[in-house]
């Protein structure tokens, strides 16, 4: 499918930090975002739902829709679990340089202003779509609202709800959303000064880094707009050392704390930016020195949030 028309204007708009679009190292990147993929899931026993907020083991969605997909780990991962969906997944870069299983259909296009267009109503089917049915019934975003501002960041939100499948036999569409939230890793950052440094960078380039703990108040808010939502939060606090107490959760993360370093460094290679100014080799350096350190007690924090349409 071609791009929308819309898309070469959105990008000229919109500046995603973290994303493989601004950057040539592709293999390094897809290896980046499986890792991180591979390192939640079997955290979570090889399931994409985190068993905390699966209000229905076994369930078995039809149509799966993922806004921001990256180089495809979980559209992938959703497609070999539920082989007999049909799994969109759209994101602003190039489609993944990677095989991809029959059932996932990939789309180009900018999520902050080409989804009513791809999807113009709940109750017609999408021209993206076979026309089978109306509505998702697993919507994911991960790492992407990050990027945007808040109120961008909440049109998005608004948006996806609308189009899960409406309530049925055995309950609605799932949105589910995963985003980090750096207020703990700053207060927690290390034993000097290079953690604190590190994150006040994270900060200035992101849009929102704090949006994790917003979500859940992001979802409630769809209510305004009529779509009304049971939300269910989980959050993850993991070390990003190895000093951790729970084997499980310290190799969750360490290997979350290495995705994030290999993501600054990304953004660090591609120099004379003003958004990755700051994001310089040596303060990488400092700040690995100081998680290595064995008095770092910096812990990062995911907020996975779950939001089952009524």
Same mark, same amino acid.
């Given at each position: 499918?071609?791009?929308?028309?819309?898309?070469?204007?959105?990008?000229?708009?919109?500046?995603?930090?973290?994303?493989?679009?601004?950057?040539?190292?592709?293999?390094?990147?897809?290896?980046?975002?499986?890792?991180?993929?591979?390192?939640?899931?079997?955290?979570?026993?090889?399931?994409?739902?985190?068993?905390?907020?699966?209000?229905?083991?076994?369930?078995?969605?039809?149509?799966?829709?993922?806004?921001?997909?990256?180089?495809?780990?979980?559209?992938?991962?959703?497609?070999?679990?539920?082989?007999?969906?049909?799994?969109?997944?759209?994101?602003?870069?190039?489609?993944?340089?990677?095989?991809?299983?029959?059932?996932?259909?990939?789309?180009?296009?900018?999520?902050?202003?080409?989804?009513?267009?791809?999807?113009?109503?709940?109750?017609?089917?999408?021209?993206?779509?076979?026309?089978?049915?109306?509505?998702?019934?697993?919507?994911?975003?991960?790492?992407? %609202? !990050?990027? *945007?501002?808040?109120?961008?960041? @909440?049109? /998005?939100? =608004? &948006? +996806?709800?609308?189009?899960?499948?409406?309530?049925?036999?055995?309950?609605?569409?799932?949105?589910?959303?995963?985003?980090?939230?750096?207020?703990?890793?700053?207060?927690?950052?290390?034993?000097?000064?290079?953690?604190?440094?590190?994150?006040?960078?994270?900060?200035?380039?992101?849009?929102?880094?704090?949006?994790?703990?917003?979500?859940?108040?992001?979802?409630?808010?769809?209510?305004?707009?009529?779509?009304?939502?049971?939300?269910?939060?989980?959050?993850?606090?993991?070390?990003?050392?190895?000093?951790?107490?729970?084997?499980? %959760? !310290?190799? *969750?993360?360490?290997?979350?704390? @290495?995705? /994030?370093? =290999? &993501? +600054?460094?990304?953004?660090?290679?591609?120099?004379?930016?003003?958004?990755?100014?700051?994001?310089?080799?040596?303060?990488?350096?400092?700040?690995?020195?100081?998680?290595?350190?064995?008095?770092?007690?910096?812990?990062?924090?995911?907020?996975?949030?779950?939001?089952?349409?009524?």
């Amino acid at each position: 499918m071609q791009a929308p028309p819309a898309l070469a204007e959105s990008q000229s708009q919109h500046r995603y930090v973290f994303d493989s679009l601004k950057t040539s190292e592709v293999e390094e990147d897809s290896a980046r975002l499986d890792a991180v993929h591979t390192a939640f899931t079997a955290y979570f026993g090889g399931n994409l739902i985190p068993p905390a907020l699966d209000d229905r083991p076994g369930w078995k969605p039809v149509r799966i829709l993922e806004l921001g997909c990256g180089h495809g780990s979980w559209a992938i991962h959703a497609a070999k679990q539920y082989p007999e969906a049909e799994i969109i997944a759209i994101d602003i870069a190039e489609a993944p340089k990677r095989p991809l299983p029959p059932n996932v259909h990939f789309i180009r296009a900018d999520i902050t202003k080409d989804l009513p267009s791809l999807f113009p109503s709940e109750s017609e089917p999408s021209p993206a779509s076979s026309g089978s049915k109306s509505g998702f019934d697993l919507i994911h975003i991960r790492f992407v %609202l !990050t990027h *945007l501002p808040p109120p961008t960041a @909440q049109s /998005v939100i =608004r &948006t +996806a709800a609308r189009l899960l499948t409406p309530s049925g036999g055995g309950g609605g569409g799932l949105l589910l959303l995963e985003d980090g939230d750096t207020n703990n890793t700053l207060l927690t950052s290390g034993p000097g000064d290079a953690g604190n440094k590190f994150w006040r960078v994270f900060h200035r380039v992101c849009a929102d880094a704090d949006v994790g703990s917003k979500l859940s108040g992001y979802l409630r808010d769809c209510s305004t707009d009529g779509v009304q939502l049971e939300v269910k939060e989980y959050m993850l606090l993991m070390p990003a050392h190895a000093n951790g107490d729970d084997q499980a %959760l !310290t190799k *969750l993360g360490t290997a979350f704390h @290495q995705f /994030v370093m =290999r &993501t +600054a460094r990304l953004v660090a290679q591609r120099g004379n930016n003003q958004k990755s100014d700051g994001f310089t080799e040596e303060l990488l350096d400092e700040y690995e020195a100081e998680v290595a350190s064995p008095d770092c007690k910096a812990e990062h924090a995911v907020y996975f949030c779950a939001a089952r349409r009524l």
